[in-house]
């Protein structure tokens, strides 16, 4: 059973840092997009950053670009976000997906494998 497990959110002021981590089990990812979508209170779910399977393609949305990184090892199977810089308006449930099709160079809502999420909180 595939699981993705995120972890390392949590509650920081304005200007601080936080990390994500993303393991996945019960299949490899290594060859799939991952990546990172986060939804506000009563907001849509939005795309946050994808990394392809060798981390040649990279995509953020326009909002964090510069302030957040997103990066993967393959051999633990595991994603990550680091986060710096943080704003109140990142104040969200961030999720990881994975794509259960090999080789795209972009995470897609559809057609991918979702994480239970966690929170971040970013306070002013």
């Known amino acids: 059973q595939v699981q993705l497990v995120e972890s390392g959110g949590g509650s920081v002021q304005a200007g601080g840092s936080l990390t994500l981590s993303c393991a996945a089990s019960g299949r490899t990812f290594s060859n799939s997009a991952m990546g990172w979508f986060r939804q506000a209170p009563g907001k849509e779910r939005e795309f946050v950053a994808s990394?392809?399977?060798?981390?040649?393609?990279?995509y953020y949305v326009d909002s964090v670009k510069g302030r957040f990184t997103i990066s993967r090892d393959n051999a633990k199977n595991t994603l990550f976000l680091q986060m710096n810089s943080l704003k109140p308006e990142d104040t969200a449930v961030y999720y990881c997906?994975?794509?259960?099709?090999?080789?795209?160079?972009?995470?897609?809502?559809?057609?991918?494998?979702w994480g239970q999420g966690t929170q971040v909180t970013v306070s002013s």
């Open positions: 990394i392809n399977w060798n981390g040649d393609r990279i």
């Open positions: 997906a994975a794509s259960k099709s090999p080789y795209l160079v972009v995470v897609t809502p559809t057609n991918s494998y």
